[in-house]
């Protein structure tokens, strides 16, 4: 099984993320990795911290020579503001964090809880999934995570293959796929910045190239629908996740819901074998399992915890009414949130490619991938 644990608190010394069951055999650039962790500090709204780090990924085993051996892979990112130490306690829980119910959890501090629960130690998430798209590559699955909503104004997005719309995300200084309104999206920020408010939104994640039959129907907690949906909600401060259609589907009677399947033999030696729908309302998953359509995969945000003007809390030690805390933090981070959800969905895709076509090595999974093809082709 392909897997991943982390360890490491906001201001400790460092990040980790430990990957075990990783195939032997998959060339690692890990400026790759480097790449998404940049990403992941950047987009408008951000604060402070992001000028103070300066994520690189340290790979400290698995990998020879620029190659995975297929034995553990450790992944640092160290923290430059390490600082934990020297940081009092907080006082006052912050409404919407895990301050309260954390210290009562765990009968101690609230620095104890906030350390680790915050959104800082998706960076290695990030390096994970960054490390599993490199599994992805040479079967030619790709990955492209975008914002769609923020601060309650939708930003469609446009028609396009893969390459045109990272373009067009990459010119986005908000990660969408529609730059001009960048500008008025901005402003919006900016305005909550000026009100000591937050603002949340809503990302997209879609795969390409994905083969049939990744995932599997026949067990609950093995349906790739619901592992994507366990990793995304598993992101901080995600609150919901839709996958094609999604909630939508409810409000629709099923004509109007399920996609039509269409034969095109000419296209029968693409990873849907000629299988080809004129509507995508799935988001690419059926029962449980890949259906050889894009993977569409949506995840709602929810305004960061910290105010900068603190909602009304209660002093852990007086038990009086106070202002909640305050630590220094962004008035928006949902650019950042399409890069882990981007990352996060990248690694389950992944696990579901090695549990389907094994995972010692590349070269063996090739080689079953494309037996696979073969024998579905001819089915």
């Not at 579901?352 to 070269?363: H, I, N, P, R």
Request: glycine content about 10%; proline content about 5%; hydrophobic content about 35%.
């Amino acid at each position: 099984m392909l897997r991943y644990w982390t360890a490491g608190e906001s201001h400790g010394q460092t990040l980790l993320a430990l990957v075990d069951g990783f195939p032997a055999g998959v060339p690692i650039d890990p400026s790759l990795i480097n790449v998404e962790l940049k990403r992941r500090q950047g987009g408008y709204g951000r604060g402070g911290r992001q000028r103070i780090e300066s994520d690189e990924v340290q790979i400290r085993s698995g990998i020879w020579r620029g190659t995975s051996i297929g034995s553990p892979v450790a992944l640092e990112v160290p923290n430059r503001d390490y600082k934990i130490e020297r940081m009092d306690d907080l006082p006052r829980p912050r409404p919407g964090h895990a301050d309260l119910t954390g210290s009562l959890k765990y009968l101690g501090s609230i620095r104890g809880v906030l350390e680790r629960s915050s959104a800082r130690e998706t960076a290695v998430r990030v390096a994970a999934g960054a490390l599993a798209k490199q599994l992805l590559t040479p079967f030619g699955i790709r990955t492209l995570g975008y914002v769609v909503e923020l601060g309650g104004e939708k930003i469609e997005p446009v028609e396009g293959d893969l390459d045109t719309l990272r373009k067009a995300r990459d010119a986005s200084e908000i990660y969408s796929l529609d730059p001009s309104r960048d500008a008025d999206i901005k402003k919006n920020i900016d305005a909550a910045r000026k009100a000591g408010d937050t603002l949340g939104g809503v990302m997209e994640v879609r795969v390409e190239g994905l083969p049939f039959g990744l995932g599997t129907h026949a067990q609950w907690d093995r349906k790739l629908d619901g592992r994507i949906a366990q990793a995304v909600m598993a992101v901080q401060a995600i609150k919901g996740v839709e996958i094609g259609m999604g909630f939508e589907a409810a409000r629709r009677p099923g004509s109007e819901v399920h996609d039509p399947i269409h034969y095109d033999e000419s296209k029968k030696d693409q990873p849907h074998l000629g299988y080809t729908r004129p509507t995508n309302n799935a988001g690419g998953l059926e029962g449980g399992m890949t259906n050889g359509m894009p993977l569409i995969v949506r995840a709602a945000k929810k305004p960061i915890s910290t105010l900068a003007k603190p909602l009304a809390s209660v002093n852990l030690d007086t038990k009086e009414p106070e202002e909640a805390s305050y630590e220094r933090s962004d008035v928006c981070a949902v650019s950042a949130a399409s890069v882990i959800v981007e990352n996060v969905v990248a690694f389950e895709v992944a696990r579901a490619l090695v549990e389907k076509f094994g995972g010692d090595s590349l070269q063996e999974m090739q080689a079953r991938y494309e037996l696979f093809q073969k024998m579905a082709r001819e089915r």
